[in-house]
């Protein structure tokens, strides 16, 4: 007997809209990166391939050493030069902080330009008597947030950490978005969801870009492979009866994990009918030639 024919094709969503960030390069296991007016030199574990401009490395302003395997985040910074705090960027006339962090990376993800987009266009494109509500789980930097308050809806935020929670209220002061309707939530975001759901809250977009591990702030553990199924059941149930201009972006960073696979994840665990999904990669285009530096696996929906 034949096995049914899977509807999975992937799509790869390019990051291509940034004036502000460029990847100039990447290889043996590392990239370089222009962010602003800093260029960065750190970790890549897909970078399987050679790189092709070596004469720009020797110019970085800091370099990212990891310790260990490099499949975690830990590790430090080597600065060749003094770096503020912090600096500010712009993506598509949203403003927001840039920062080098203790975690490699430098508090901003532009792979996911590409979501924002789609989130806002989800969020202008139908006529609604009220504002869309959105919920941005596990949303640290809060640029979704503001890309999706930008594009006037109500926005839930919720991180486990506090920290974390400071530094998206920094993006929205640097945003001029500072009157927008954002409630912002330091919770573990299961907990919380499940309490939205005995409340009887309904949401209109959902966007969840989970870690492969996490802790919430009362030590609740969040794994990626254990959790995420229930999470996405229960995250369809907050979208909630058939209405138009509802979707859920989910993005995962586990390597190890294939699109196929969140993307049966995302369809059996859902209800989420009617409408059209996407599945595949998330990928940066590099600066000075056609390479693709892969990123992160998604699954989105629309109805
Ligand atoms: C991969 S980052 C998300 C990045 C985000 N997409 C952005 O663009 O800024 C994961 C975030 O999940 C948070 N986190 C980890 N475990 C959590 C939990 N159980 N509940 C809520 N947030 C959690 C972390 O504090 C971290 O900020």
Redesign the pocket.
Known sequence: MTAPEPNISPTILVADDWRDYRLLDSGNGRKLEQVGPYRFDRPEPQALWTPRDTGAWAKADAIFAASGDGEDDAGRWRFNRSLPETWPLEWNGLKFLSRPTPFRHL???PE?SVHWRYAADAIGTVQRPQPAEVL?????????SLACARASAKITH????K??IGF?RENQAAAGLADAPIRWIA??????VKREIRRGRRYDGI?L???K?????NG???RLEENLSALLTDCAALLGEQRPGRFLIL?V?AVRLSFIALAQAATSASELQGGAWEFGEMALPHAGDSRLLPTAIFARWRS
């Open positions: 508090a901003v993800f996911h941005n789980l596990f949303g640290y930097t809060g640029l979704a919720v991180d486990a950490s920290k974390a998206a919770d573990d975001a299961h907990t919380f966007i870009d989970p870690p591990f996490g802790r919430g702030p609740e553990t969040w993005t960073y």
